[in-house]
């Protein structure tokens, strides 16, 4: 569903990216892994189409992304940037906006209002519905901005970081729900997590970025303590409980 292939991408002359390969289908759950500044975010921006890469093909469905109109591919893909800036709509009018690349018209259809409403009852919103975005909670504002993108019903979402500001309940809560769209609606889910473990427990494959490259991909036969201590150059050890992987640092004292 979604391929890359010999992705380059460089800022001017600073190098970011080189010959990543990805190749990842609708259902799946995919996250995107690293140390910070590897390039984890440089890599959603160009397949949500923000950045252009030096060279490489992006294609979803069999179609190099450079050739969906910009309405077309945001039909298609979903992002969730890393920073957002609040503005002085209402979280209905903010969700509604995630909306508009299916308008017909000018107008929103009822299909529209309603699509609104449920990703408002589904992200727990209800009672902030008509409050304005610049007085809202950093976790609440988080969780407005992840369920606009899944109101716009895309086939592939894009996440950067999207538990960031949120609470351990609200991160288990908001990576459900995602989860969830991807297994029942077969929604392409692609994530920039930090939390080794929470990635673990959502995801069906892992993504490790490291000097510009794809270090490792693959399903959970790819977590091990060597591949993870040489990405994020600490010792780690892998313990089970419950038959869930766990990813424990080794930390010495001096
Ligand atoms: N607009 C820009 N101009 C120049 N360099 C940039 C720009 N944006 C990012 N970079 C650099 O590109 C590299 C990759 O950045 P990127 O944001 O993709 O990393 P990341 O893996 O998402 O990091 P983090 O986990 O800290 O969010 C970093 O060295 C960063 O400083």
């Not at 992006?58 to 039909?75: C, E, F, Q």
């Not at 504002?141 to 086939?155: E, L, N």
């Not at 080794?196 to 490291?210: G, M, P, T």
């Amino acid at each position: 569903m979604l391929e890359v292939q010999g992705l380059n991408f460089a800022f001017k002359d600073f190098e970011v990216l080189k010959e990543i390969k990805l190749k990842v289908q609708k259902g799946q759950f995919v996250s995107i892994l690293g140390n910070n500044g590897a390039g984890k975010s440089t890599f959603l921006k160009c397949i949500a189409r923000i950045l252009k890469p030096q060279s490489g093909i992006i294609m979803i469905d069999g179609k190099d992304i450079s050739y969906y109109s910009s309405n077309d591919l945001a039909k298609v893909v979903g992002y969730v940037p890393q920073r957002y800036t609040s503005t002085r709509l209402t979280v209905f009018e903010s969700i509604l906006i995630g909306r508009k690349p299916h308008f017909a018209g000018i107008t929103p259809s009822k299909e529209d209002l309603q699509m609104v409403e449920s990703v408002i009852e589904k992200f727990g919103l209800k009672h902030l519905a008509f409050r304005y975005l610049d007085e809202l909670s950093g976790g609440e504002m988080q969780k407005v901005v992840i369920a606009r993108a899944v109101a716009q019903q895309p086939k592939i979402l894009l996440l950067d970081e999207p538990i960031n500001n949120l609470d351990l309940k609200n991160q288990i809560e908001v990576l459900s729900i995602l989860k969830k769209l991807s297994r029942e609606n077969e929604i392409l889910v692609i994530s920039v997590l930090h939390d080794l473990n929470l990635a673990i427990k959502f995801s069906d494959y892992f993504v490790f970025i490291k000097d510009k490259c794809v270090f490792a991909s693959g399903g959970r036969e790819i977590i091990s303590p060597e591949i993870i201590s040489n990405v994020y150059g600490i010792e780690v050890k892998i313990e089970t409980s419950d038959n869930q992987l766990f990813v424990v640092p080794v930390i010495r004292m001096i």
